[in-house]
């Protein structure tokens, strides 16, 4: 992460190349948490949390439209014969799974986005739904180096204390 911030952060065009590494992620590997945290460590927290959500947003549409092509189409045939039930909860539930499955931070967030595209929710709806659903983990990830550093500056401070009272009493 180190690397890759100071990348970022030494480049006169550093919110472009951030939103540019959301786009990539999918195939560098890299976790959508990382490029959030990432992106409080680089930019103010304001900034950090519009990148993050057009890089995020992005992103999620791009797993969209590789749901939508072709070369999926017989997965469905497949899994409606095995799982009959699944595809109809699927079906019935698919704006919900894709906000609930979106604001669990351990779900696997691009799989849920594939599934719910390739269910067939409509674009418009997936990316309000995607959108507003993300802003909780995108707010929170964006302010977590600053509160990290109050956290930590906090417990030095208690420690130092206790340090200096116990050094004393000696």
Excluded at 35 to 40: K, V
Excluded at 128 to 152: G, K
Aim: aromatic share 14%; hydrophobic share 55%; proline share 3%.
């Amino acid at each position: 992460i180190d690397s890759l911030r100071d990348y970022i952060d030494s480049s006169k065009y550093s919110e472009i190349i951030f939103i540019a590494i959301w786009c990539i992620r999918l195939i560098s590997f890299i976790p959508g948490v990382t490029l959030m945290i990432l992106g409080g460590l680089i930019f103010e927290a304001e900034e950090a949390i519009i990148l993050s959500l057009i890089g995020v947003v992005l992103s999620g549409i791009i797993v969209f439209a590789i749901a939508k092509m072709d070369i999926f189409n017989g997965l469905r045939e497949k899994i409606n014969k095995k799982h009959p039930e699944i595809m109809e909860l699927i079906e019935s539930y698919n704006y919900k799974i894709l906000a609930v499955g979106v604001l669990c931070p351990i779900a696997p967030t691009d799989v849920i986005v594939f599934v719910s595209s390739y269910m067939g929710i409509n674009f418009k709806k997936f990316v309000l739904i995607f959108s507003l659903a993300n802003i909780p983990a995108i707010y929170l990830y964006s302010y977590f180096h600053f509160l990290h550093l109050l956290l930590f500056h906090h417990c030095h401070m208690i420690f130092a204390c206790m340090y200096h009272q116990h050094v004393s009493l000696l």
